[in-house]
């Protein structure tokens, strides 16, 4: 497949560019240009997937060498897609991205709308808000298991002072009814910065024209926020969600940092359950399929979505 | 922007978005700055309940950090020589002895080593291929463009179970080889799309000068697009250390004793006892701190690198 | 600015190249846990180190992450470790698959006897399968969950009087675990000092296997049992998840409920220190080796503080199992120098300075010593425990059924989903299924 596409690339390349010139041909430039990229990607990526694919219809352990290994067809998927306990780790993801996204919008949209008031000092300030994002998740997310700590972590105390309760009173991580937005909390306070800035790109791709028309018109603030910023940010915003979705669907550092999936199983997300399915009941050909299934899940949601994004993209 | 434009915010917006966005700013700001104070606090004062916001700042978090330690008996403590420096007077004081350097040292070296050289390697496979993508014009290329992209949709859990059994029969768990060629697999897709948004601005008039006056296509591609595309090599490679930096599933599940980065090691650091936090603050401040830096220094071209070259502002 | 960037990318990219080959020396690398012992067998290894001119490197993992970072070093075939001190639960699995050289011929021809070490530990942390003279490690370490109490806070007389009359017995070491609970119950809430202090810090660990260490050592005393001990893997059922049993697992979420501090939802050996060292707790449920580390804190450390095995139940007294035996890593390319060091390493002599160096030996010469169980604060109850030890399971499957206990116990103990029964039922389920794709069945 890619030496076919290696020849079309060469054969496709523009006249007023592709003249042979002495020494080497485009063909052959082209060849060498993306080949090892391709090469590198089919061995650590498409290789290992398929692989992946192949050990998901067996019962292959890792940690069984000597076992004999069993061809045992759909057995794997038919025991995942049945086990309840898939299902409601499948809804601990499904509620820690829902959230998540949710929030990183309202308020990352939110503050790029107020930053982009142009306020002095808005570039710093920009920058600080930053930060967050660009540290190491699973150096921060043991961190924040400190700051959760009721009697001797920040959060707890913090949360006190605003609201008056007892610092004690509650536990961030311990209960069942918290856990779960525990991880939507610090991955808010991580990655709402990122979808700030592209929001604040997508407002300051505005052209001012557009407002100024809409005043001539008489048309009020109100209506030009919800019939000029907002369709236009659209499409900004639709992608920043593209890839927090993709990333939050694989979350794994973070949280197993924050809370090692429990109390019991409601902090469980896919990525940390089938870590335990692979890695520490090393049941290889059973999380093999495990994966597989998370593959098709997020493929078939992205190429969804981003059906959808090019059709707001082309209004 | 001129002050007569009818989209200039008033005064009083301007205050009111700027107290908001400081507010937000100082409220994020916190566990960062606990994260910095907590490593200069000692382990008593570090889990004080309630929580010190003012300590005496004491460095035993950072000593610790460095050297491994063993607990001495009184008597043995009397055959031993006085301390001769102020970081043995810290340990001394707590009863014990240095026992030789800490394994932080190696696995912040090994961090440096597998950021830089993956870092390397993608880029220049990446500004390789980001050229012939950008100069070649094909039917496929979408695909191949795509393909590469997609492959960073992978759970890295789920890429982790064939890459473990692979690793193990070439050799390569637990390598700075190994996690340099799979970080760089990873990083492929971010500098090829990069690096491919940064190489079509180039104008395609220098190339075709230059060929005209008698290079060859590779000299002209090193001598005139390499140069001038310098700036989104920099930012692209700089983008790339940070994910290598900042990795923990494949490292915490692919490397232990040789080649372990920081990331799966500092949160496991402990002291005597308990976890030693002030001891993981101080391991997590000198991590994290150059990525601070280089944030700060990158702000322009940090939206295009966070978005894959999707937003170029 | 940026040539010299690249210029540098490429030179470190070149020396890792280097340093990815050139690491192979003539030293041996020791694995184990990253704990206060460990850091004692370094001191202690020095010896080793001049007498066969061999270079020690260790390689310490803290607890949370032990089991998976070296159950992945063996299964990866990697060749990390020559020497492993690896918890008493992997056994099953190093021995069966291969990992672990087999040591008796080695402890024939050397004249080591696994008579000389405590039965419990011989059992425990070297036999395969369990009660076989099958030996695939030395014992090494032997530890043992106990509890800790603030000595000095039991002492002082208004609270003795307080307690006299609630409960109608002497505040003091408490004769089981009903009076364990009252004891943490009194103190759960308290104002002492000026500080709000709690009952007591117990295993609630999710991640690992802190719950399943902690729990067990009320469902133990309780009447739970791992099966039919006639026939293990079949007849799970009316003993996992006995009336005892059932009973047992209550208790421990009653006193999770009442007595521990807030936020104490995922504690295990570190955390339960910080809070008893930073004098929230007034009980600390912990493996024995902390106890050196706690007759030394200038806080709470010398009279502020004493020691007790875990007290007895309905139906016995038992203490949950710690400790590790060493093993020879079968990949290994330096077995000579690996089976050198164990030889070493099992003389009495080592073995005394073993334990008087912050370690603890499992060799009878030592712990039977008569001058021993005053020779420190704790060891007294050190000994108790190690007489009523009992161990989780040792099959090589041993991490699913883990996986499975922890799951099913952290759910009702600390997210208080189900019932007791329903959580001991489900886990009957669990380890049937497991002993099923085992073969066992």
Same mark, same amino acid.
């Not at chain 1, 699973?138 to 700051?147: E, I, P, S």
């Not at chain 2, 007569?4 to 009083?12: I, L």
């Not at chain 2, 009111?16 to 937000?24: C, M, P």
């Not at chain 3, 209550?250 to 409920?257: C, H, I, V």
């Given at each position: 497949?890619?030496?076919?596409?290696?020849?079309?690339?060469?054969?496709?390349?523009?006249?007023?560019?592709?003249?042979?010139?002495?020494?080497?041909?485009?063909?052959?430039?082209?060849?060498?240009?993306?080949?090892?990229?391709?090469?590198?990607?089919?061995?650590?990526?498409?290789?290992?997937?398929?692989?992946?694919?192949?050990?998901?219809?067996?019962?292959?352990?890792?940690?069984?060498?000597?076992?004999?290994?069993?061809?045992?067809?759909?057995?794997?998927?038919?025991?995942?897609?049945?086990?309840?306990?898939?299902?409601?780790?499948?809804?601990?993801?499904?509620?820690?991205?829902?959230?998540?996204?949710?929030?990183?919008?309202?308020?990352?949209?939110?503050?790029?709308?107020?930053?982009?008031?142009?306020?002095?000092?808005?570039?710093?300030?920009?920058?600080?808000?930053?930060?967050?994002?660009?540290?190491?998740?699973?150096?921060?997310?043991?961190?924040?298991?400190?700051?959760?700590?009721?009697?001797?972590?920040?959060?707890?105390?913090?949360?006190?002072?605003?609201?008056?309760?007892?610092?004690?009173?509650?536990?961030?991580?311990?209960?069942?009814?918290?856990?779960?937005?525990?991880?939507?909390?610090?991955?808010?306070?991580?990655?709402?910065?990122?979808?700030?800035?592209?929001?604040?790109?997508?407002?300051?791709?505005?052209?001012?024209?557009?407002?100024?028309?809409?005043?001539?018109?008489?048309?009020?603030?109100?209506?030009?926020?919800?019939?000029?910023?907002?369709?236009?940010?659209?499409?900004?915003?639709?992608?920043?969600?593209?890839?927090?979705?993709?990333?939050?669907?694989?979350?794994?550092?973070?949280?197993?940092?924050?809370?090692?999936?429990?109390?019991?199983?409601?902090?469980?997300?896919?990525?940390?359950?089938?870590?335990?399915?692979?890695?520490?009941?090393?049941?290889?050909?059973?999380?093999?399929?495990?994966?597989?299934?998370?593959?098709?899940?997020?493929?078939?949601?992205?190429?969804?979505?981003?059906?959808?994004?090019?059709?707001?993209?082309?209004? | 922007?001129?002050?007569?434009?009818?989209?200039?915010?008033?005064?009083?917006? @301007?205050?009111?978005?700027?107290?908001?966005?400081?507010?937000?700013?100082?409220?994020?700001?916190?566990?960062?700055?606990?994260?910095?104070?907590?490593?200069?606090?000692?382990?008593?004062?570090?889990?004080?309940?309630?929580?010190?916001?003012?300590?005496?700042?004491?460095?035993?978090?950072?000593?610790?950090?460095?050297?491994?330690?063993?607990?001495?008996?009184?008597?043995?403590?009397?055959?031993?020589?006085?301390?001769?420096?102020?970081?043995?007077?810290?340990?001394?004081?707590?009863?014990?002895?240095?026992?030789?350097?800490?394994?932080?040292?190696?696995?912040?070296?090994?961090?440096?080593?597998?950021?830089?050289?993956?870092?390397?390697?993608?880029?220049?496979?990446?500004?390789?291929?980001?050229?012939?993508?950008?100069?070649?014009?094909?039917?496929?290329?979408?695909?191949?463009?795509?393909?590469?992209?997609?492959?960073?949709?992978?759970?890295?859990?789920?890429?982790?179970?064939?890459?473990?059994?692979?690793?193990?029969?070439?050799?390569?768990?637990?390598?700075?080889?190994?996690?340099?060629?799979?970080?760089?697999?990873?990083?492929?897709?971010?500098?090829?799309?990069?690096?491919?948004?940064?190489?079509?601005?180039?104008?395609?008039?220098?190339?075709?000068?230059?060929?005209?006056?008698?290079?060859?296509?590779?000299?002209?591609?090193?001598?005139?697009?390499?140069?001038?595309?310098?700036?989104?090599?920099?930012?692209?490679?700089?983008?790339?250390?940070?994910?290598?930096?900042?990795?923990?599933?494949?490292?915490?599940?692919?490397?232990?004793?040789?080649?372990?980065?920081?990331?799966?090691?500092?949160?496991?650091?402990?002291?005597?006892?308990?976890?030693?936090?002030?001891?993981?603050?101080?391991?997590?401040?000198?991590?994290?701190?150059?990525?601070?830096?280089?944030?700060?220094?990158?702000? @322009?071209?940090?939206?295009?690198?966070?978005?894959?070259?999707?937003?170029?502002? | 600015?940026?040539?010299?960037?690249?210029?540098?990318?490429?030179?470190?990219?070149?020396?890792?190249?280097?340093?990815?080959?050139?690491?192979?020396?003539?030293?041996?690398?020791?694995?184990?846990?990253?704990?206060?012992?460990?850091?004692?067998?370094?001191?202690?290894?020095?010896?080793?180190?001049?007498?066969?001119?061999?270079?020690?490197?260790?390689?310490?993992?803290?607890?949370?992450?032990?089991?998976?970072?070296?159950?992945?070093?063996?299964?990866?075939?990697?060749?990390?470790?020559?020497?492993?001190?690896?918890?008493?639960?992997?056994?099953?699995?190093?021995?069966?698959?291969?990992?672990?050289?087999?040591?008796?011929?080695?402890?024939?021809?050397?004249?080591i006897s696994m008579d000389d070490f405590l039965?419990?530990t011989v059992?425990?942390?070297?036999?395969?399968? @369990?009660?076989?003279?099958?030996?695939?490690?030395l014992p090494a370490y032997a530890?043992?969950?106990?509890?800790?109490?603030?000595?000095?806070?039991?002492?002082?007389?208004?609270?003795?009087?307080?307690?006299?009359?609630?409960?109608?017995?002497?505040?003091?070491?408490?004769?089981?675990?009903?009076?364990?609970?009252?004891?943490?119950?009194?103190?759960?809430?308290?104002?002492?000092?000026?500080?709000?202090?709690?009952?007591?810090?117990?295993?609630?660990?999710?991640?690992?296997?802190?719950?399943?260490?902690?729990?067990?050592?009320?469902?133990?005393?309780?009447?739970?049992?791992?099966?039919?001990?006639?026939?293990?893997?079949?007849?799970?059922?009316?003993?996992?998840?006995?009336?005892?049993?059932?009973?047992?697992?209550?208790?421990?979420?009653?006193?999770?409920?009442?007595?521990?501090?807030?936020?104490?939802?995922?504690?295990?050996?570190?955390?339960?220190?910080?809070?008893?060292?930073?004098?929230?707790?007034?009980?600390?449920?912990?493996?024995?080796?902390?106890?050196?580390?706690?007759?030394?804190?200038?806080?709470?450390?010398?009279?502020?503080?004493?020691?007790?095995?875990?007290? @007895?139940?309905?139906?016995?007294?038992?203490?949950?199992?710690?400790?590790?035996?060493?093993?020879?890593?079968?990949?290994?390319?330096?077995?000579?120098?690996?089976?050198?060091?164990?030889?070493?390493f099992a003389q009495p002599e080592i073995q005394a300075r073993w334990t008087?160096?912050?370690g603890a030996s499992a060799m009878r010469s030592v712990v039977e010593d008569?001058?021993f169980?005053?020779?420190?604060?704790?060891?007294?109850?050190?000994?108790?425990?190690m007489?009523?030890?009992?161990?989780?399971?040792?099959?090589?499957?041993?991490?699913?059924?883990?996986?499975?206990?922890?799951?099913?116990?952290?759910?009702?103990?600390?997210?208080?989903?189900?019932?007791?029964?329903?959580?001991?039922?489900?886990?009957?389920?669990?380890?049937?299924?497991?002993?099923?794709?085992?073969?066992?069945?």
């Amino acid at each position: 497949m890619a030496e076919n596409a290696m020849d079309r690339i060469a054969r496709a390349t523009p006249p007023g560019v592709a003249r042979k010139i002495r020494g080497l041909s485009d063909r052959a430039i082209a060849w060498i240009f993306v080949g090892p990229s391709i090469f590198l990607l089919l061995a650590i990526n498409i290789f290992p997937l398929i692989w992946t694919i192949r050990l998901s219809f067996t019962n292959f352990r890792v940690n069984r060498i000597n076992a004999p290994v069993k061809w045992i067809g759909l057995r794997n998927y038919e025991r995942i897609l049945t086990d309840p306990d898939i299902w409601q780790t499948m809804q601990a993801t499904a509620h820690f991205l829902f959230w998540t996204i949710f929030f990183q919008v309202l308020i990352g949209f939110t503050l790029a709308w107020l930053i982009n008031k142009k306020f002095r000092g808005n570039d710093l300030w920009t920058t600080l808000i930053v930060l967050p994002m660009m540290l190491s998740p699973a150096v921060v997310g043991n961190f924040w298991t400190f700051l959760y700590q009721p009697q001797i972590g920040l959060f707890n105390y913090v949360v006190a002072f605003f609201t008056g309760a007892d610092p004690s009173s509650f536990s961030m991580i311990g209960s069942i009814d918290l856990a779960p937005w525990a991880i939507v909390i610090v991955d808010t306070w991580m990655w709402t910065p990122f979808v700030m800035l592209i929001c604040l790109a997508g407002l300051r791709s505005i052209p001012d024209s557009i407002y100024e028309a809409a005043e001539i018109d008489r048309a009020s603030k109100w209506r030009q926020f919800w019939t000029i910023t907002i369709p236009l940010v659209l499409p900004f915003l639709m992608m920043a969600v593209l890839f927090r979705g993709i990333e939050n669907f694989k979350m794994f550092d973070l949280v197993v940092q924050l809370t090692g999936g429990g109390p019991g199983s409601v902090t469980t997300l896919t990525s940390i359950d089938l870590k335990r399915e692979a890695f520490e009941k090393w049941r290889t050909g059973y999380a093999s399929a495990y994966a597989v299934i998370l593959f098709v899940t997020i493929f078939g949601l992205a190429s969804i979505y981003v059906k959808a994004l090019n059709k707001v993209k082309e209004r | 922007m001129s002050g007569f434009s009818v989209n200039e915010p008033s005064r009083r917006m @301007k205050w009111f978005a700027g107290i908001l966005v400081v507010f937000y700013a100082l409220v994020t700001l916190m566990p960062l700055l606990w994260i910095i104070a907590t490593g200069f606090k000692s382990p008593a004062d570090s889990i004080a309940y309630p929580p010190k916001v003012i300590f005496r700042p004491t460095l035993e978090g950072y000593v610790n950090l460095f050297t491994t330690q063993t607990r001495i008996t009184p008597d043995m403590e009397e055959g031993l020589e006085p301390p001769k420096n102020w970081v043995e007077q810290i340990v001394r004081d707590k009863g014990m002895v240095i026992a030789g350097p800490s394994r932080y040292v190696q696995r912040f070296m090994n961090s440096v080593i597998i950021g830089f050289g993956s870092t390397f390697l993608s880029v220049f496979l990446g500004t390789l291929a980001a050229y012939a993508f950008s100069r070649f014009r094909v039917p496929i290329k979408d695909d191949l463009l795509f393909f590469i992209l997609s492959t960073r949709m992978m759970p890295p859990i789920a890429v982790a179970i064939p890459i473990f059994l692979m690793f193990r029969q070439l050799g390569l768990s637990d390598t700075h080889m190994g996690m340099i060629l799979l970080y760089t697999a990873v990083n492929l897709s971010l500098s090829v799309w990069l690096l491919k948004g940064f190489i079509d601005e180039i104008p395609l008039e220098y190339e075709e000068a230059a060929l005209i006056d008698g290079y060859t296509r590779f000299q002209a591609f090193y001598k005139v697009v390499l140069p001038q595309a310098m700036t989104g090599i920099a930012s692209t490679a700089i983008f790339c250390l940070i994910f290598a930096w900042n990795e923990y599933a494949f490292a915490v599940l692919l490397t232990s004793g040789e080649a372990q980065t920081a990331p799966p090691f500092i949160p496991t650091i402990i002291g005597v006892g308990g976890q030693d936090w002030p001891a993981v603050a101080a391991g997590a401040s000198i991590f994290l701190l150059p990525v601070m830096v280089i944030t700060i220094l990158l702000r @322009k071209h940090l939206l295009r690198g966070i978005t894959f070259g999707a937003v170029r502002k | 600015m940026k040539k010299s960037l690249l210029l540098a990318a490429a030179a470190l990219a070149a020396t890792s190249v280097f340093a990815a080959q050139g690491a192979a020396a003539k030293t041996m690398t020791l694995c184990w846990a990253a704990w206060d012992p460990a850091n004692a067998l370094v001191e202690l290894s020095k010896d080793f180190e001049e007498k066969s001119g061999v270079d020690m490197n260790f390689e310490f993992v803290p607890w949370p992450n032990f089991a998976d970072r070296m159950l992945n070093e063996l299964n990866s075939g990697g060749s990390l470790c020559d020497l492993m001190i690896g918890d008493s639960q992997w056994i099953g699995g190093a021995a069966e698959n291969g990992q672990y050289v087999k040591l008796n011929d080695f402890f024939d021809a050397n004249g080591i006897s696994m008579d000389d070490f405590l039965p419990a530990t011989v059992v425990g942390y070297a036999e395969w399968p @369990k009660n076989t003279p099958n030996y695939y490690a030395l014992p090494a370490y032997a530890d043992v969950v106990g509890w800790t109490y603030r000595k000095d806070w039991f002492s002082r007389p208004e609270l003795q009087a307080e307690f006299k009359d609630k409960y109608g017995y002497d505040l003091g070491v408490p004769a089981d675990l009903s009076q364990l609970k009252d004891i943490a119950e009194f103190f759960q809430g308290r104002e002492i000092d000026g500080k709000t202090v709690y009952g007591a810090a117990i295993y609630t660990e999710r991640g690992s296997e802190g719950i399943t260490m902690g729990v067990t050592n009320a469902l133990y005393n309780y009447g739970f049992e791992y099966g039919n001990p006639e026939n293990p893997y079949a007849e799970l059922d009316g003993y996992v998840n006995s009336p005892g049993a059932v009973a047992g697992l209550e208790y421990y979420k009653a006193l999770y409920d009442c007595c521990t501090p807030p936020g104490s939802s995922d504690w295990y050996m570190s955390e339960d220190i910080d809070a008893y060292k930073s004098g929230q707790v007034a009980l600390q449920m912990n493996f024995a080796f902390i106890w050196p580390g706690v007759n030394a804190d200038p806080n709470v450390g010398g009279d502020h503080s004493g020691y007790f095995a875990n007290p @007895k139940g309905p139906a016995g007294q038992f203490a949950q199992l710690g400790g590790q035996g060493i093993s020879v890593v079968a990949n290994t390319d330096m077995m000579d120098e690996a089976l050198d060091y164990i030889k070493w390493f099992a003389q009495p002599e080592i073995q005394a300075r073993w334990t008087e160096m912050g370690g603890a030996s499992a060799m009878r010469s030592v712990v039977e010593d008569p001058a021993f169980p005053d020779a420190q604060p704790y060891n007294k109850a050190f000994l108790e425990s190690m007489a009523i030890v009992k161990d989780f399971w040792a099959e090589p499957s041993y991490a699913s059924l883990l996986l499975a206990m922890q799951d099913r116990v952290h759910k009702y103990v600390v997210a208080g989903q189900g019932t007791a029964k329903e959580a001991l039922d489900g886990l009957v389920r669990d380890w049937t299924e497991v002993f099923q794709d085992e073969g066992k069945l």
